[in-house]
């Protein structure tokens, strides 16, 4: 026969269970975690593009000098650098920062395909304008991360 403890201590097992598998308030679904690991994957991925034109080009004032296979290289990267970001939902980004689908769709992905455009095609102003795009993405997500919910 259970008693008023039994009852008590279930209730706490209960709680404690309910707490430390997250079916609170915040839970977060296996899915909704894929989806967090994609944008994190695609803000990786566009990261390390930029780090590699970065280290490339970080004595010499023309992008113009790195070898083919450096570029070829660059470009592959920044494709895949677009087909991670452009993958992305924007229910996903939402969930972040309510403007972030919005700075995505506007900003970033158009960066990339501008500097892709400007290396695979020669396309100065592409390059410039990718160039400007990305020094605007940088600029929002600065002005916005502290603002991202807890990933």
């Not at 598998?21 to 991925?45: D, M, P, V, W």
């Not at 403007?99 to 992905?109: K, M, T, W």
Request: neutral net charge.
């Amino acid at each position: 026969m259970a008693t008023f403890w039994h009852y008590r201590l279930l209730i706490i097992i209960m709680a404690t269970l309910i707490v430390g598998f997250g079916c609170g308030k915040n839970l977060i679904t296996a899915q909704e975690r894929k989806e967090f690991e994609h944008f994190k994957k695609a803000q990786e991925s566009f990261l390390e593009s930029s780090r590699y034109l970065k280290e490339l080009t970080k004595d010499t004032v023309l992008v113009g000098s790195m070898s083919e296979g450096e570029r070829n290289t660059y470009i592959k990267m920044l494709m895949e650098t677009l087909t991670e970001t452009k993958a992305v939902s924007d229910s996903t980004l939402a969930k972040i920062h309510p403007e972030l689908p919005s700075a995505f769709r506007s900003i970033l992905i158009p960066c990339i395909e501008n500097k892709l455009s400007g290396f695979r095609d020669f396309d100065p102003r592409a390059s410039v304008s990718g160039t400007e795009l990305h020094n605007a993405w940088i600029d929002w997500w600065n002005a916005h991360c502290k603002e991202f919910a807890k990933l």
